[in-house]
């Protein structure tokens, strides 16, 4: 699970009532304590550092920033305790601009014995607020709450994974093995975007360089142990030299991206991949996103970045599963095949489904059934889910996202696969086929709708939500 660290500004402006900011502060603190389960560290000026560890001028300002550049910093959060000095809390968040900002104000108390009021924090909020606009700093306001309110609580975890993912995406480094599919148009990409708005950078490595790493691996326990490992898990329906292949291919894949130091990556695994090594990488391919470096299929470049950004916004608690948005369901209205060929991590199975290792459902039969074996066979398990994608045209970036439930079923279906029930299947696929949405996505269990569409207002990519 990884760890993420918020800068909290406490925003104080005197002569406000600076018992209930203290108060406020610590409230706010105590409320988020359930967060460190989920490795969420809130990092606060204390009293040894300002004034009652509170930020209300300048030289506050400075204070916090130097202690937050020593911190490795996903996210600051701006609390008005108070009215709150717009100039000092504004100054903190402009020495950070690459990361989000979330902006909360407290709800006012009872009125002092004189009728006089303690905090006016929403009032010194806007204020606040206008000073992020001026100065072009892009904020998400959470609202005008207690601390102790679901509303806040929940808040602050989602703006955590938005923070996660942010970090995640800008700089990444996406591996590309071997050359798209030559049929395959919707999967090419052009990099400048991705460098010039992202700081990205695509690594390639070549068919070639893989299977020569490969067929090079040494070290035959590791080779043992992998294959020991998977038939543990499955039913295995292949050729045992069908297993070591893989287990060597997952070996050099995972060597690639340690050494390159990749955040993701994306396979031609077909027909090449068949043709000349003589397996099918899918069963590598979802043991790697297990381990958590994001695998996508046919060279979707775009794709590992979407799987990249769901994996994230998980605080990397579960993985996803890299899909096709493929066949309507026959009878059921709203329904959809979540499906791939073999790819899905096993962690991802059913209670009621075995795993299936076995040759190709559709390569195999043009491209031979021993040269196709490695596909991992079963369904997924039930629950809610988020469905993503991102694309780019003309330098411009856009992320689709919506939400839905896997649902039972009895089928017996090839490939890794579910059955996804959506609020509107036709508006869906309408929106897809409008806005230039292709043929894959990434699909991850639990809903992450709110942090990954502030996901795209920190990156400038638009998002396009159902």
């Known amino acids: 699970m990884a760890k993420v ?14 018992e209930w900011a203290v108060n406020m502060k610590q409230r706010v603190l105590d409320a988020l304590k359930s967060l460190k389960n989920k490795n969420i560290d809130i990092i606060h ?8 560890g509170l930020v209300r001028n300048d030289e506050d300002a400075e204070k916090i920033i130097n202690y937050f550049k020593n911190e490795d910093l996903s996210g600051i959060m701006i609390g008005a305790m108070t009215f709150g000095d717009e100039i000092s809390a504004a100054t903190v968040a402009q020495s950070f601009p690459d990361l989000p900002i979330l902006l909360f104000s ?8 004189e009728g006089g009021r303690r905090s006016d924090a ?5 204020s606040i607020g206008s000073a992020l606009y001026r100065r072009r700093i892009p904020f998400i306001f959470l609202g005008n709450v207690f601390p102790e309110e679901e509303k806040f609580i929940r808040g602050v975890e989602d703006f955590a994974r ?3 993912a942010v970090k995640r995406f800008l700089g990444a480094r996406i591996g590309l093995v071997g050359p798209r599919p030559e049929r395959f148009e919707t999967c090419a990409i052009n990099e400048f975007p991705m460098i010039e708005q992202f700081g990205q950078r695509v690594v390639q490595k070549s ?30 329906e292949i050729a045992e030299e069908s297993l070591e292949k893989s287990a060597r291919l997952e070996i050099a894949l995972e060597d690639f991206a340690r050494e390159k130091k990749l955040s993701a990556m ?16 899918c069963i590598s391919m979802g043991r790697l996103t297990q381990k958590g470096m ?56 059913a209670p009621d489904s075995k795993i299936y290792l076995r040759s190709h459902s559709i390569l195999g039969k043009s491209l031979g059934e021993d040269k196709s074996g490695g596909v991992a066979e079963f369904k997924l398990k039930e629950g809610e889910v988020t469905l993503s994608r991102i694309v780019e045209y003309d330098g411009q970036f856009k992320m689709f996202v919506t939400t839905g439930k896997i649902i039972p079923s009895s089928d017996n279906l090839r490939g890794s696969w579910s059955w996804v029930e959506v609020k509107d299947l036709d508006l869906l696929y309408r929106t897809l086929l409008q806005e230039g949405f292709t043929h894959h996505a990434s699909m991850i269990h639990g809903d992450f709708k709110k942090p990954l569409t502030d996901f795209c207002q920190f990156t400038g990519i638009e998002a396009v939500v159902l």
């Open 5 to 18: 660290k918020i800068g909290f500004v406490p925003a104080h402006r005197e002569p406000f009532d600076e």
């Open 45 to 52: 000026p204390d009293t040894s550092l300002t004034k009652n």
């Open 106 to 113: 407290t709800k006012e108390g009872s009125f002092t014995p």
């Open 122 to 126: 929403f009032c010194g909020t806007l």
């Open 162 to 164: 938005t923070c996660r």
């Open 207 to 236: 068919l070639v360089e893989i299977f020569n790493a490969a067929q090079s691996v040494k070290d035959d326990k590791k080779v043992k142990e992998i294959v020991e490992e998977i038939k543990k898990q499955a039913i295995c």
């Open 266 to 281: 994306a396979v031609q695994c077909w027909s090449a991949m068949q043709e000349i090594y003589g397996i099918s990488p």
């Open 294 to 349: 994001m695998t996508a299929c046919e060279v979707d470049i775009h794709g590992a970045l979407t799987m990249l950004v769901q994996h994230a916004v998980s605080l990397e608690e579960t993985v996803p599963h890299f899909i096709d948005w493929t066949i309507q369901h026959q009878s059921k209205e709203n329904v959809f095949l979540a499906w791939h060929c073999g790819n899905a991590p096993f962690s991802l199975r």
